[in-house]
């Protein structure tokens, strides 16, 4: 009798555990699933909205396959096969935009001769046709900001409120005669006598170096419009009537010249005029 007992017990027993196993077998293939459909719904994320593959499956246009054809000559070895980059070398250029390759690469900085600090303004390697085809080609990459057509971007602009714009958010770096100045780290903030509208435009919109990004949403077109022709018109053309500039460089210049040339001319006038009497 005990023994039948214990048989029942174990049947029933056994009966109990196959729902609880089968319980367990289910949320096993459960979480399964759904980790297998979060990685699919993550992979299709990533190839909806990564501006890389974009990119590779997008054709490119006669200017952008004509910029990718200089790009592999001259641009591959430091920012890698598609502009995505080579670590201890170059950035990636995904969604820099056209106004970066256009600064960088129309005042000469690109291609850089050395690694240093910062890219210095050299000679273009490339001409004004060509630098337009490699931002074509690195603007259908990925994107990113662009510099409006035409090569004078300030017909229209006002020089008073160019100034006050120029004096807020640029002398403090470039100094109010736009000589530029020293910044930490070795880099500097350079001259802006050199530049052209588009590549002013350029670097107010892409912030090369230490210099902040000046969006549309920061400074409008109108107004920068103003702060072109407010350095086009009043700081490259000033006659400096009050005499020499210094190389416009600001105070400092300006007082050392006076200690060393002001104080000692008139301490040795003080002795001639002592000796005199």
């Given at each position: 009798?005990?023994?039948?007992?214990?048989?029942?017990?174990?049947?029933?027993?056994r009966?109990?555990?196959?729902?609880a196993a089968?319980?367990?077998?289910?949320?096993?293939?459960?979480?399964?699933?759904r980790?297998?459909?979060a990685?699919?719904?993550a992979?299709?994320?990533?190839?909806?909205?990564?501006p890389?593959?974009?990119?590779?499956?997008?054709?490119l246009?006669?200017?952008?396959?004509?910029?990718k054809?200089?790009?592999?000559?001259?641009?591959?070895?430091?920012h890698?096969?598609?502009?995505?980059?080579?670590?201890g070398?170059?950035?990636?250029?995904i969604g820099?935009?056209?106004?970066?390759?256009?600064?960088?690469v129309?005042s000469g900085?690109?291609?850089?001769?050395?690694?240093?600090a910062?890219a210095?303004r050299?000679?273009?390697?490339?001409?004004?046709?060509?630098?337009?085809?490699?931002?074509?080609?690195?603007?259908?990459?990925g994107?990113?900001?662009v510099?409006?057509?035409?090569?004078?971007l300030?017909?229209?602009g006002?020089?008073?409120?160019?100034g006050?714009?120029?004096r807020?958010?640029?002398?403090?770096?470039?100094?109010?005669?736009?000589?530029?100045?020293?910044?930490?780290?070795?880099?500097y903030?350079?001259?802006?006598?050199?530049?052209?509208?588009?590549?002013?435009?350029a670097a107010?919109?892409?912030?090369?170096?230490?210099?902040?990004?000046?969006?549309?949403?920061?400074?409008?077109?109108d107004?920068?419009?103003?702060?072109?022709?407010y350095?086009?018109?009043?700081?490259?053309?000033?006659?400096?009537?009050g005499?020499?500039?210094?190389g416009?460089?600001?105070p400092?210049?300006?007082?050392?010249?006076i200690?060393?040339?002001?104080i000692?001319a008139?301490?040795?006038a003080?002795?001639w005029?002592?000796?005199?009497s």
């Amino acid at each position: 009798m005990t023994s039948d007992n214990d048989r029942r017990r174990g049947l029933l027993a056994r009966l109990r555990e196959r729902p609880a196993a089968r319980s367990r077998g289910r949320r096993r293939l459960g979480a399964a699933v759904r980790l297998f459909a979060a990685l699919m719904l993550a992979g299709g994320a990533y190839t909806v909205f990564a501006p890389g593959a974009q990119a590779q499956d997008t054709p490119l246009t006669g200017a952008a396959a004509e910029g990718k054809a200089l790009f592999d000559v001259s641009c591959v070895t430091c920012h890698g096969r598609n502009a995505q980059g080579v670590e201890g070398r170059g950035p990636s250029l995904i969604g820099v935009g056209a106004a970066s390759v256009e600064f960088q690469v129309g005042s000469g900085r690109m291609p850089m001769a050395r690694q240093e600090a910062q890219a210095q303004r050299k000679p273009e390697l490339f001409t004004d046709e060509e630098t337009r085809q490699l931002a074509q080609y690195v603007q259908e990459l990925g994107g990113g900001p662009v510099v409006p057509d035409g090569e004078n971007l300030h017909a229209d602009g006002n020089i008073a409120a160019g100034g006050e714009l120029f004096r807020i958010n640029c002398a403090q770096c470039h100094a109010f005669g736009g000589g530029g100045g020293a910044l930490s780290s070795g880099k500097y903030a350079p001259s802006l006598r050199p530049a052209t509208d588009r590549q002013i435009y350029a670097a107010m919109l892409s912030g090369p170096q230490n210099m902040p990004v000046f969006g549309d949403n920061q400074i409008s077109p109108d107004q920068k419009a103003d702060l072109i022709a407010y350095i086009q018109e009043t700081l490259k053309h000033d006659q400096d009537p009050g005499g020499f500039n210094l190389g416009r460089y600001g105070p400092s210049t300006e007082g050392l010249a006076i200690f060393l040339v002001g104080i000692v001319a008139l301490v040795f006038a003080s002795l001639w005029i002592a000796g005199k009497s």
